[in-house]
């Protein structure tokens, strides 16, 4: 992964890579901190995140990033995933993959206790993993990570040993056993508190991780607490053993301004989710840790079904007809990359990176292109038409969005209104959008979906994906698509992925935006706060001097 | 943000608007002059398109070129309170309208049905009034959904209740007039006394009151915008402009404070103006 | 004045029946809350399940008809609204949909912030009123207050709380910008809530203390050779506050609304913020639990004023402060 510590990126990417060199010291090992910060055992740090996932902290059933960030402290994974794209042991010693790629065998650590001192063991895992593909759990996002349909059951072989078996190869399945979304309950909470895993809250949301939730007040507050017992740190982490600090207090703050705020009056020490317009206030005192995040970027997906964009040539005046390089950079200050491919730059092992620069902004071969469709006629708004047809296309969105989404959003209507193309912005509540997207009554929608694998594509570019609002149903994308689920052979899949990427840069499909990251900012005495490879922090090792 | 606040206002700002002739009258009676003038024709005063987006200008504080500065995208702020005034006197204008329809029948029919389902109606009326009206607009939101149509009936809504008591009251004492009487004397229709004498007669007083509660509707219209329950970017409405601007504030004042000013510059006209209507003498809140 | 149900009038009923009258009256206030709360939540157009659920529950129908039997949504309209009041008397307003956890919990995490946010907002107006009544009394500097009122009045809250902020939280940080902790985080909240009110009720009591004034009582104490500002402390305050107290119902709703505002402003916790979230996620039974609150504190409130007006000044019964009451 690509970590870009420093929060000057104003000069363009020459530029980068001195920036990148400059603060080598502090970003070699991720890290927040200033220099005079000198370690101190205890105390508490406060983290403060713009939501809380009220109602959806079930780790194995909830989509919220938010809860990925939030629970981590409290749940381990059988592996650990290095932002550089390596898997290290975490909950299990070792490994064993079959020749065949069909049957994973974990041997687990034999020291691990749950907080609520149920014994960490063979039996836990199948347990967990049993709880995901229930069908009461209702778990989208995590059992697909565990496979999906290809998932065929998890063996106990002995006390510490265990096997997950799989229908056909399933390559992102070590990766994705780092996430939080297939971490692990106490099989005591799955026995006696199964219906109350989405409220969570202390006593309920239990791990074994290196802090327990001791309070949750919805819509405020979070407080953990070190666990003491703690001494299973992924291998190769910079911290062993307990936590640093006594206790780590998450505030809910949803006003970008009032948590920048908080941090330059001190009253938090971390802000999460930073706002580049934030940034703008945090001078050199705050440390500041931005991460590119790895996935599907912010994108438009356009309906290839629908009238206005079954042809390629209104897909293609779309992506040249507005200046996206410059509303990127206005929007977002200067502190996010344009996207140009439907993988992010830190996706491991699958980018393209000879797509960057491949299309630049050109209104001139846009209008050129509506032109010889036939999009000649102009009505009494500027617009283009066809048959007495408006040259339109229907943008849905729910909310909430984004205060930088909706700027973008203004630029990407203003830029195509100058070449006579009309995009109309319906922001809709979740239920309405749900109906609109599901009966395929858009034009264009938009997100940016974060996985550390590339076999995101599959549900975003697959026939019938759950994520393919593009509708795009291809034989030789499909077969690209299986191939590289199948294969864990790293140069093979890069491959395969690279040839999906070319494929959505010639036909449109999606239109990458730009690439979203996860910033952190940590105020002067806090250190030791590392991050995953969404950007996402650890406090294992944070320390705070204050 | 209420009716009784604007009752209030129009009671109590009496005392230094003076009685007769008043500077602050016909300051407001100008300013009210001017919105108005702005919400029909904006492009009388700005030549620019409030939609518009320049993204070599984007926050730039207060100039020559952009009077109220520019805001994210590069949009000229003063362009978007021009036309953001059609859209928030609009909304204000319309749900005030449709409170005062509303009130005006529920609250005549309230005065001349018998007395058990006047009984029931009030009785209604006063649980709806234990609310705060903000919050009876939120509720109303709550049932319908966000959106700009629904902000102008949560706000009609929460309005409705005061209308109809006074509309009630006022048909009360006009029932028991001489003329009213005397019609009924002559046998004449009661739907048409109704629709000549008492609904006519009902209606001065409120017309007072709905001039204040045209400002008290645009600052709850405003209000659900601010929360994100009305009109969506890019719209140019005030409450929803201002809302733009809140996470700016520390490096963009002018997005937020200059919506703001035009809201409450509306208000405080619409309650002076309001205040005069009444002590022309054209009725009274009793 | 807005919601008074004990406007009795007439002669005076024995102080048994009229209280019973009054215990009557906050019955059906809170029952026709409940009752308009109910029928809220089957107005709402859509699956309450799909609601519960979200964009991201993709449940089967299996699933989905087990919850709608688990919250008794399959049963006859009319069962659910008895169940439903039977509940509300035991005290249970029934789960939220989307924190899962009991309203009646919800409402009591965050019920303590808001009360403190409001009792501070209410201290902070009443001091700012009897500031400018003390020190602002004559009549030129009546007429600076009283245009500052004005505009404290007209101002939205929001916009009031975002210059509040930028001034003091961001340009001079004088106060912190955010959080629950102490009361130094309190005085912005605050100061945004209290202004409109402290708008308000300085020109209520503006009004009433020229009519004191005016009063016998007041060309008495001053030929005893009384002070002016002992004046305004003794007898033309108290003789203006019933006026004001008459708008208490108003001003428990400023106070209430204000709270929705301001707790979304300043990312504060408390009821505002959960009833803002209940409505944009269509919360419902939490949102019938803050409107059955919400009822309650109203009842309350009004009993209150009832009592004070006694305390404030014993000659006057209740029909006759009804009269004076601003409507």
């Not at chain 1, 549900?459 to 864990?488: E, I, K, M, R």
């Not at chain 3, 939540?41 to 964009?55: K, T």
């Not at chain 3, 979304?264 to 916790?269: D, E, K, L, P, T």
């Amino acid at each position: 992964m690509r970590l870009i510590c420093s929060a000057r990126r104003v000069l363009g990417s020459a530029a980068l890579i001195a920036g990148v060199a400059l603060m080598a010291s502090g970003c070699a090992s991720p890290q927040a901190g200033s220099p005079d910060a000198s370690p101190r055992a205890g105390g508490t740090i406060t983290f403060a995140v713009d939501v809380d996932p009220v109602g959806h902290l079930d780790v194995h059933s909830s989509q919220l990033d938010i809860n990925a960030i939030l629970q981590r402290p409290v749940f381990d994974s059988l592996v650990s995933l290095n932002p550089d794209g390596t898997i290290v042991p975490w909950l299990a010693k070792s490994w064993i993959e079959s020749d065949d790629g069909l049957r994973y065998t974990f041997v687990l650590r034999d020291d691990v206790t749950f907080t609520d001192g149920a014994p960490f063991n063979a039996e836990a895992v199948k347990a967990n993993f049993d709880h995901i593909v229930a069908p009461g759990t209702a778990s989208a996002q995590a059992s697909s990570m565990l496979g999906g349909a290809f998932y065929a059951g998890t063996t106990v072989v002995d006390d510490t040993t265990v096997q997950i078996e799989f229908l056909q190869p399933f390559a992102p399945f070590l990766k994705n056993a780092a996430a939080v979304q297939l971490g692990f309950y106490s099989p005591l909470v799955l026995a006696e508190h199964a219906d109350e895993l989405k409220a969570g809250g202390p006593g309920i949301s239990v791990g074994t991780g290196p802090f327990t939730l001791s309070s949750y007040t919805p819509g405020s507050e979070l407080v953990y607490t070190k666990n003491p017992a703690y001494n299973w740190s992924p291998e190769g982490a910079a911290h062993q053993g307990a936590a640093v600090i006594d206790t780590l207090d998450v505030k809910i703050l949803p006003e970008s301004a009032v948590r920048t705020g908080a941090l330059t009056s001190g009253q938090v020490d971390i802000i999460g989710d930073t706002a580049p317009a934030s940034l703008a206030q945090l001078g050199d005192a705050y440390n500041i840790i931005s991460t590119k995040s790895p996935g599907v970027p912010y994108s438009l997906f356009l309906n290839v079904t629908r009238p206005v964009f079954a042809n390629v040539a209104e897909r293609l005046a779309l992506a040249e007809g507005f200046d996206l390089n410059a509303a990127v950079k206005g929007v977002f200050q200067d502190r996010y990359e344009r996207a140009w491919s439907t993988l992010s730059p830190t996706t491991p092992n699958s980018y393209d990176a000879s797509l960057e620069g491949s299309r630049p902004f050109n209104s001139g071969d846009a209008r050129a292109l509506l032109d010889a469709q036939g999009w000649t006629g102009r009505d009494s708004e500027g617009f283009r038409t066809k048959d007495g047809q408006r040259l339109s296309a229907r943008w849905i969105s729910y909310t909430p969005v984004s205060e930088d989404n909706a700027s973008l959003a203004a630029l990407v209507q203003d830029g195509m209104k100058k070449i006579g193309f009309e995009i109309v912005h319906d922001v809709l509540e979740p239920g309405a959008y749900l109906d609109a997207y599901i009966a395929g009554n858009y034009d264009l929608t938009d997100w940016g979906y974060l996985s550390a694998d590339a076999d995101i594509l599959r549900s975003h570019l697959g026939t019938g994906g759950y994520q393919n609002a593009s509708h795009v149903s291809d034989p030789a994308v499909d077969a690209n698509l299986a191939a590289a689920v199948a294969t864990t052979d790293p140069a093979k899949r890069a491959e395969l992925y690279k040839a999906l990427q070319q494929y959505n840069a010639d036909a449109i499909a999606t239109l990458p935006l730009y690439v979203p990251e996860y910033v952190l900012a940590a105020g002067r005495g806090i250190g030791g706060v590392t991050v995953d490879i969404n950007g996402w922090p650890q406090f294992t090792a944070a320390y705070t001097s204050r | 943000m209420n009716s009784i606040a604007g009752a209030v206002r129009g009671r109590w700002t009496r005392r230094w608007t003076g009685r007769g002739t008043s500077a602050p009258g016909i300051i407001a009676l100008f300013v009210l002059a001017i919105l108005c003038t702005m919400a029909l024709f904006p492009a009388l005063f700005t030549g620019l398109d409030p939609l518009a987006t320049d993204v070599s200008v984007i926050l730039k504080p207060p100039s020559w070129a952009h009077i109220f500065g520019t805001d994210q995208v590069g949009r000229d702020v003063y362009t978007r309170v021009v036309y953001g005034a059609g859209y928030s006197l609009g909304v204000g204008f319309g749900a005030t309208v449709i409170a005062l329809v509303v009130g005006v029948v529920l609250g005549t029919l309230a005065g001349l049905v018998p007395r058990a389902l006047d009984g029931v109606l009030m009785r209604g009326v006063e649980i709806v009034m234990a609310f705060p009206e903000f919050l009876v607009a939120l509720f109303v939101i709550a049932v319908l959904g966000p959106g700009p149509v629904n902000v102008v009936i949560a706000v009609s809504v929460a309005a409705v209740p005061a209308y109809i008591r006074v509309a009630r009251a006022e048909t009360l004492v006009v029932r028991r007039a001489g003329y009213v009487e005397a019609a009924k004397g002559l046998g004449v229709h009661p739907v048409w006394i109704t629709l000549r004498h008492i609904i006519p007669n009902t209606l001065a007083p409120l017309s007072v009151i709905a001039t204040i509660g045209i400002g008290t509707a645009i600052v709850a219209a405003a209000g659900l915008s601010f929360l994100g329950l009305g009109p969506q970017d890019p719209t140019p409405e005030w409450g929803l402009i201002l809302s733009g601007g809140r996470n700016l504030l520390a490096v963009a004042w002018w997005v937020a404070v200059f919506p703001g000013v035009f809201i409450t510059a509306t208000v405080i006209s619409a309650t002076v103006f309001g205040r005069r209507l009444r002590s022309r003498g054209t009725g009274g809140l009793r | 004045m807005r919601g008074r149900l004990a406007a009795t009038g007439g002669g005076e009923p024995s102080l048994g029946l009229r209280l019973a009258a009054r215990l009557g009256a906050m019955v059906v206030v809170v029952w026709g809350a409940a009752t308009l709360a109910f029928l809220v939540l089957r107005l709402v157009p859509g699956d309450p399940v799909d609601i519960m659920l979200g964009v991201q529950g993709q449940a089967s129908p299996a699933v989905k008809d087990a919850i709608r039997a688990d919250l008794g949504l399959d049963r006859p309209a009319f069962e659910q609204y008895f169940s439903y009041l039977g509940r509300i008397l035991t005290g249970d307003l029934g789960r939220s949909y989307q924190l899962r956890l009991p309203v009646v919990e919800v409402i009591g995490q965050q019920l303590a912030a808001t009360v403190q946010l409001v009792a501070v907002s209410l201290l902070f107006a009443l001091v700012l009123v009897v500031l400018g009544a003390l020190m602002f009394g004559g009549r030129r500097s009546r007429i600076i207050v009283g245009s500052l009122e004005l505009v404290a009045i007209s101002s939205p809250p929001f916009w009031i709380g975002l210059v509040l902020l930028a001034m003091f939280g961001f340009g001079l940080n004088w106060f912190p910008v955010a959080g629950d902790d102490g009361f130094r985080s309190l005085v912005l909240p605050s100061l945004t809530i209290a202004l409109p009110v402290a708008g308000i009720l300085g020109q209520v009591l503006a009004t009433g203390m020229a009519d004191a004034r005016a009063q016998p009582f007041a060309l008495t104490a001053t030929a005893r050779g009384i002070g002016a500002r002992r004046l305004v402390l003794r007898h033309t305050l108290r003789h203006a506050a019933l006026s004001a107290v008459t708008l208490s119902g108003y001003i428990v709703g400023s106070l209430l609304g204000g709270a929705v505002i301001v707790e979304s402003v300043f990312g504060r916790s408390g009821i505002g913020r959960v009833t803002l979230a209940a409505i944009t996620q269509r919360d419902l039974p939490v949102v019938m639990g803050i409107i059955i609150l919400t009822a309650v504190v109203f009842v309350i409130v009004n009993l209150m004023v009832d009592l004070s007006y006694r305390l404030i000044d014993p000659r006057l019964t209740l029909s006759a402060v009804a009269i004076r009451g601003v409507r």
